[in-house]
């Protein structure tokens, strides 16, 4: 299947190992490394364009489809683990000749930032975690359904209804849309691989040991949708209990999608917090 020219979810490439990794690098000064959440359909430029077009004015900002996602190319037989999705991004880093970043993990995306954080601490200057995994909890109802998704319009529609608090975001276009991206060839056959059931297990792999947290020195920016349905606020509460330098952050009236639903508001308590 041919993409459509001038795909704006389509950046520059650089090879990670096996995976031929789909990125975008946008803007100057301070490089930040954004991590992108597990949704089926979604790439960074999905998951990241409203903070990029933002913020691109003040930083660096850079942010690679992991794999499995978005635009990245991975063997058939690619193992989809925490261990390995760490791999790419130290790859990516030294690639493209990063010593040290600002991270912004989001969700899944949140646990890879803090798997980079404790395996290479020197290589990580400030950690932001939106809506973060990473520790452990009771699988929610909202992310059964994100990693149990079924290729479907109406099955996306109703995910993209658990990301939002505010429904007037979720329309049939942004419906169909992400459907289009989660059934292009070889996605949904990767993402059926990479959470199978039963799902708890999967929360449990992305949690990182408690004494490995509380390790961690890095000045850390925590935010969280308070009516979040995918990854509860308890989350966020624990990690600022196991974080020393940390900080938290709870928007009212927002769901998973922090990004999305507050886009100006996370932008400015970004750039805020790095600023510093």
């Not at 290589?123 to 452990?136: F, H, N, Y």
Request: hydrophobic letters at 40%; one cysteine or more; glycine letters at 8%.
């Amino acid at each position: 299947m041919r993409e459509p020219e001038g795909n704006p979810e389509i950046g520059a490439s650089i090879q990670c190992g096996s995976v031929l990794t789909n990125y975008h690098d946008i803007g100057s000064g301070e490089p930040v490394l954004l991590l992108h959440g597990s949704g089926p359909g979604v790439s960074a430029w999905a998951n990241w364009r409203l903070t990029i077009h933002t913020l691109k004015a003040k930083f660096r900002l850079l942010a690679p489809d992991l794999a499995g996602f978005g635009y990245s190319v991975c063997p058939e037989d690619m193992t989809y683990s925490r261990e390995n999705w760490l791999e790419q991004i130290v790859r990516f880093m030294d690639g493209l000749g990063l010593e040290q970043t600002h991270v912004i993990g989001n969700s899944f995306g949140g646990s890879m930032a803090l798997a980079l954080a404790i395996a290479h601490p020197e290589r990580v200057k400030k950690l932001i975690l939106m809506g973060s995994v990473g520790v452990p909890f009771e699988l929610t109802a909202g992310l059964d359904a994100v990693w149990g998704y079924e290729p479907s319009v109406e099955n996306m529609r109703n995910i993209m209804s658990t990301f939002a608090y505010d429904q007037s975001l979720v329309g049939d276009d942004l419906a169909q849309l992400r459907y289009a991206a989660s059934m292009r060839p070889g996605i949904q056959e990767a993402y059926s691989r990479m959470f199978p059931p039963p799902r708890q297990r999967w929360v449990d792999a992305m949690a990182h040991h408690e004494d490995e947290i509380r390790a961690l020195s890095h000045p850390t920016l925590l935010v969280h949708g308070r009516d979040d349905k995918v990854t509860p606020l308890s989350t966020s509460l624990t990690m600022m209990q196991w974080i020393d330098n940390s900080r938290l952050h709870v928007f009212g009236r927002c769901g998973h999608w922090t990004q999305i639903e507050h886009a100006d508001a996370f932008s400015t308590l970004v750039a805020n917090f790095l600023e510093e």
